[in-house]
């Protein structure tokens, strides 16, 4: 686990840890991308930013609900609370568009 390796304050008891991980593998998986959201936008009447961020967050209360008992009853609330911080990070990845000598 990437977050557990880059930091010593990592507590994998502490559900917000849990949630703020949980929501960068998911974001990170391409699960909730462009790509794969377009197959289901066909019948679900297109993809939006608002529904990848959905796509994530459920993905992340399901993993929270599935692999951490003592997380899983407020597993969304934890998601909530971290999101504005755990959803753009994007680390150990590096956005090559931001380079300077990006295509």
Known sequence: MYDNSRTKD????NCS??????????NLSGYCSNEYSYIHSVVNSGW????????????????MMTYYDHC?????KYINEVWPKCYPDRSPLKDFSREKNYL
Not at 54 to 63: G, L, T
Not at 72 to 76: H, L
């Open 17 to 26: 840890h849990l949630a703020c991980s949980e929501i960068r593998a998911a």
């Open 10 to 13: 990592f507590d994998p008891t």
């Open 48 to 63: 939006n930013k608002k529904r990848i961020n959905d796509c994530v967050k459920s993905k992340a209360n399901e993993h």
């Open 72 to 76: 899983s009853d407020k597993g969304i």
